[in-house]
């Protein structure tokens, strides 16, 4: 199992749709066997395939649970070969009831538990909040790859440097296998001239970026509230055509990693 984390320390650059996009893409159209996990208390990626609740364990498990038992984890969605583990509130509480917790390591829980459920999927996708807090650092802690998504505007930049500093801290202290794909642009507008100069000052400041840039469209938020992935709601909209290209290249690109 090759495990993504899709992180920002900037909110609003379309993390979770990214996430509940390139998961449903890798499924129901490419045929892996796929996990999600919710890592944001706020519980959007939950939200998005309705399975937002108080009533299941969640991510607040993997992070508190010495063994937690994954089936009561793990949730299916409506799409086959794509599962979830969820996330609400309850997340605030475990990050701290983890970081008061002297008798066993704190930023190893996910990796550790995940490595048991590692032959039941091809990929686990991660959407992470945007802060450095216990559980993103577990997540980075058993992540393989990272992708950043950015908007371009004034504040594209703000908190790169931060994070590209957090993962390399990660990779150098404590997962040597973890590597920083890239930048890949949301919320494009071609002919926006502020886009395109945006994602060419990316470049110059040297963080990597997908070719693909994800353009804006007004297919997206409808999609949220009748709880479907882009694709569903809308095969041939801008955003679901650039979504599965972004897979096609995050595919390659792990390809060439490994060879």
Do not use: W
């Amino acid at each position: 199992m090759k495990t993504l984390s899709i992180i920002n320390l900037k909110g609003g650059v379309a993390k979770t749709i990214s996430t509940a996009t390139m998961a449903y893409i890798l499924a129901a159209e490419r045929g892996y066997r796929v996990l999600m996990i919710d890592n944001d208390k706020q519980g959007n990626l939950s939200k998005m395939y309705d399975l937002h609740s108080y009533d299941h364990k969640g991510t607040d498990s993997l992070m508190t649970e010495r063994s937690p038992i994954m089936t009561a984890l793990i949730r299916h969605t409506d799409y086959a070969g794509l599962d979830i583990i969820t996330s609400n509130m309850t997340l605030i509480n475990a990050n701290l009831t983890v970081q008061m917790d002297q008798r066993r390591p704190q930023h190893d829980r996910f990796k550790k538990t995940l490595s048991r459920i590692a032959d039941q999927y091809d990929f686990c996708l991660i959407d992470n909040a945007p802060d450095i807090n216990i559980s993103t650092v577990n997540a980075l802690v058993a992540s393989d790859y990272v992708m950043i998504p950015v908007t371009i505007d004034d504040f594209a930049l703000d908190g790169l440097s931060e994070l590209a500093e957090q993962i390399e801290n990660t990779r150098e202290d404590m997962n040597p296998e973890l590597n920083s794909l890239g930048c890949f642009v949301t919320q494009y507008v071609g002919g926006d001239a502020a886009d395109r100069q945006g994602a060419e000052l990316l470049l110059r400041k040297g963080y990597p970026v997908f070719y693909t840039r994800i353009r804006r469209t007004d297919k997206v938020k409808p999609a949220t509230f009748q709880r479907q992935p882009v694709p569903v709601y809308s095969t041939r909209c801008a955003a679901a055509l650039d979504y599965r290209k972004l897979v096609t290249e995050f595919l390659k690109r792990i390809e060439n990693e490994e060879q």
